[in-house]
């Protein structure tokens, strides 16, 4: 066998396997509930719809599906996408500004390669995603979270601390904010904080980057601008994905961006994977411009609506004192602060003996500082489950305590 | 508009747009014939198969089709590869030392990131293949390629330059190697080198990456044993992909290595795009067990193997005196050498005014040190553009000597 560990390159002692892969392990033991995971609900994906699509664009356009694309994307598709912005997102954007991905990971990954290095920070909402977190890892920069509450990021912390970096001498060339129905809490950006947030990203240079996964999962309440939406000078990096709302199988996301930010992912994208998946772009291109998409929508909205409302009740029902959530209005995950001194960590072997799994809070921080809290997917288990689930958790929560 | 440049990592001074894509641009003018892509011929497509094929995965097993996978890739598409390696290319493993990539570019990507840094160097073949490049370089380490002949690298040259490196202290985490119908000179290596390759490597504890994307298209000559099936002790990571033997549009593609080196890959694939297009992985891996692609690729190489002879034909009968080529025993490109003067670069205008395309031999050598050398690609086009084609670019090369 040869030895590897003085072959790697330094970035890799910085890459580890994701937590919740590790986590949810234990979850597949049978008789586990699982809220750990983030998966859509298969019983959402349009099967038959795409059937038909998926002929359809074999038939008509095989050669061309099966064939490789330039690396910007299928046109068809970044059309469709264009259009899609600038009616539901409020964007004043064209084809050009928009980059197809393979996945929004990849926009991740391609985000830190161009602007992460020993020497920069990127500022993250504190908790964050847990695979932006592996994605900028390797790219060997800092990674500092900035707190939130019910209204999202906490900017006027943000703005301190972008003082004190500035007389520190740290470099923020970006601030990474899921700013609708945030993984993991579940909390929106309200509209004073997203003006504040491009205030401060503008004063002191930075880009921001809003991915937006979530955004048209909305179940209560009313839509906000999007950070991009509100863009005034090309600042925002806006990333979505057809995962929530089609089939995340289909490893098909976007970045829109303005024309030269735009050209740098494209340029890193070509040395990464040349292009994306030409005949999953033309599904989608397909499922957009024939409104399966749209028709489609309701039916998830439907469903993970009624999930978010049960897992509420019973938390409501079931929760021993002391425990909070937050309470999303879209999406699919909300947020349990257990009492102080309940570390989900230590408390997760009880929980698996219970037969329930989540996911540690710690994990969704960069430096792993809050030990009392979780998060919970509500879309992807059944009414069942959810309610026992719920229960399970409550009883782990009072034994532990 | 944001000044992006100030915020941009150093390594984005080494990502830059693929040459033959600005090349390329100019072979889009109508009436340019163009030998310069590297696209498969899409009539090689089995579009009919795969429209019966996929109707069949999304209607039985859609649901997980259309979901994200694990990063490893679907398990019966691990196995149906593993088989394929082991029958046609005579390697020891199982499915657990496959991993499904993005396409092979994505295997490229990954390499680079987990073996490639400042004070480390990589070894290509002089020329190589211009993406490896393009993947290598955003890693910083040093890119240095070693000459080839008609039996492919030249082994002793690789040991001396290797033997002179340990000497200056530079490292050498591995040795990038295309043995069979090389991208972009069409040499197969022979077995004595690669006998003599994995040697050297071992001597130095190099890896050896074996890229091998046309070893399935021989249209002459007989098999040579892969590096990875004469590998004695995990060194070698070999690439494959159904980019040439299905259809490129699918970007599927797998790595094979030991598992400590399959792990990594595996960790560094997950924070870059999660999982490979799911529905594409299980089309594929019917498209395998089906039967569909080996009986399809008969029939592309009876389609290549013509075309190869018709553009050795006549290269045979119209090129000046002075040029020479290489005589590819499968794979889709010849390396063309122009007399000594004659630089292809300079030469280009003239080409494209001809109604010609090629991509200049410059651009992969990473030192760019070779000037009079092209690449031409013979699978793409139609017989007429190769009649008509290396008549003009005779013409063009005895113009401009």
């Known amino acids: 066998m040869v030895d590897i560990s003085r072959l790697l390159s330094r970035r890799t002692g910085r890459m ?3 937590e919740i892969r590790e986590l949810l392990k234990y979850a597949s033991v049978p008789g586990v509930i699982s809220f750990g995971g983030g998966l859509p609900n298969p019983e959402t994906f349009p099967v038959d719809g795409l059937v038909e699509i998926t002929e359809k664009v074999l038939r008509e356009r095989g050669k061309s599906a099966l064939q490789y694309g330039t690396t910007e994307g299928v046109d068809s598709l970044r059309d469709a996408i264009a259009r899609r912005m600038r009616d539901k997102k409020g964007m004043d954007i064209t084809k050009d500004n928009v980059i197809i991905m393979s996945g929004s990971q990849q926009a991740l990954d391609l985000l830190g390669k161009l602007f992460l290095e020993p020497g920069k920070t990127a500022i993250v909402e504190a908790p964050t995603y847990l695979a932006a977190l592996s994605a900028f890892r390797p790219y060997e920069g800092e990674i500092i979270g900035v707190e939130m509450d019910e209204n999202g990021l906490k900017t006027d912390i943000l703005e301190e601390k972008m003082k004190k970096f500035r007389n520190e001498g740290k470099f923020v060339p970006f601030i990474y904010t899921i700013p609708t129905f945030q993984n993991p809490s579940g909390v929106t950006m309200s509209l004073d904080r997203r003006k504040h947030l ?8 930075a880009l921001v980057i809003e991915d937006d996964p979530y955004g048209e999962l909305r179940y209560s ?3 906000i601008p999007t950070l991009k939406s509100l863009d005034r000078d090309g600042r925002v990096i806006y990333f979505g994905t057809v995962s929530k709302i089609l089939a995340p199988g289909l490893r098909t996301g976007w970045v829109i961006a303005d024309k030269e930010i735009a050209w740098k992912f494209v340029i890193a994208k070509q040395a990464t994977d040349l292009c994306t998946n030409t005949l999953s ?17 309701p039916e998830i909205r439907k469903m ?6 049960l897992m509420l009740d019973m938390l409501e029902d079931k929760m021993p004192e002391g425990t909070t959530w937050t309470k999303p209005e879209g999406g699919m995950f909300l947020w349990v602060w257990t009492p102080e001194g309940v570390d989900t960590m230590k408390m997760f072997p009880k929980a ?4 329930i799994a989540y996911v540690v809070g710690e994990a969704f921080y960069p430096d792993r500082s809050v030990k009392n809290a979780m998060r919970l997917n509500f879309t992807y288990s059944s009414d069942e489950e959810i309610k026992e689930g719920v229960g399970r958790l409550a009883k782990t929560i009072r034994e532990f305590m």
Chains 1, 2 share one sequence.
Request: glycine share 10%; aromatic share 8%.
């Open 281 to 297: 772009q033309h599904i989608i291109a397909e499922a957009f411009d024939s409104g399966l998409v749209d028709s489609h929508i």
């Open 304 to 309: 993970y609506s009624h999930k978010r409302d």
């Open 16 to 18: 580890k396997a994701s």
């Open 221 to 223: 309440g009313e839509d």
């Open 352 to 355: 698996i003996e219970n037969g």
């Open 198 to 205: 491009l205030e401060i990203a503008e004063d002191f240079g």
